[in-house]
């Protein structure tokens, strides 16, 4: 069965750091293209970053570039997302999701909740 | 880039009727678009991808037509479960857009 399994949000100061974890099972993250997409309390969905197949792409949200950082440990089967200098507005739930025929996102992750707050 | 724009924001109907969902892409997409659908507390889900291709799982009643720079998602009959919020999304290059979403509320 394929699904991925969330980890790692919480409560975090602005400033802060938190990194996010995305286990994967029924597929090989190396066989695919994965992305994080958030989405802040009541609002729409953002996407944010996304990691190529061989893990030598790349692509961040200017929303996010230079902050967080997209990984995978294949070994582990686990995708990842650190996030630093976080700010009040990157509060979210973030998703992590496996790409479908290269453009679309199918399925996502349970998602996990980052809050950020003094 | 890219910027979709749904419509209307939300819509109410009664279960059994139609709905029809917009989505406008500010320049022609030929037809690379997706629909997905959320219920509360869930993660989004996969409906039509290729403006009008459903996904695994994704009921016949649901429906994605239009090219270039309109796209629907039509339900021929709403049931209970099908209340929920619709986006769109689209990818070109590296970027990915999602529209604003349309919740589909009871009457």
């Known amino acids: 069965q394929v699904q991925m399994v969330q980890s790692g949000g919480g409560l975090v100061k602005p400033g802060g750091s938190l990194r996010l974890s995305c286990e994967a099972s029924?597929?090989?993250?190396?066989?695919?293209?994965m992305s994080w997409i958030r989405q802040a309390p009541g609002k729409g969905l953002e996407w944010i970053s996304y990691?190529?197949?061989?893990?030598?792409?790349?692509y961040d949200a200017d929303s996010v570039k230079g902050r967080f950082t997209i990984s995978r440990d294949i070994a582990k089967n686990s995708l990842y997302l650190e996030m630093n200098r976080l700010r009040v507005e990157d509060t979210a739930i973030y998703y992590c999701?496996?790409?479908?025929?290269?453009?679309?996102?199918?399925?996502w992750g349970q998602g996990t909740l980052v809050t950020v707050s003094s | 880039e890219i910027v979709l724009t749904q419509s209307p924001a939300t819509v109410s109907l009664s279960p059994g009727s139609r709905a029809t969902l917009s989505c406008r892409a500010s320049?022609?997409?030929?037809?690379?678009l997706a629909w997905y659908q959320q219920k509360v507390g869930q993660p989004p889900r996969l409906l039509i991808y290729?403006?009008?291709k459903r996904a695994t799982g994704t009921p016949t009643r649901f429906s994605g037509s239009g090219s270039g720079t309109d796209f629907t998602l039509t339900i021929g009959s709403l049931e209970a479960e099908d209340f929920a919020v619709y986006y769109c999304q689209h990818r070109r290059n590296w970027l990915f857009t999602f529209g604003g979403g349309t919740k589909v509320e009871i009457q």
């Open positions: 999701a496996r790409s479908f025929e290269y453009n679309w996102f199918d399925p």
């Open positions: 290729d403006a009008s």
């Open positions: 990691i190529s197949k061989s893990g030598s792409t790349i």
């Open positions: 320049q022609s997409i030929g037809y690379y």
């Open positions: 029924g597929f090989y993250l190396s066989d695919y293209y």
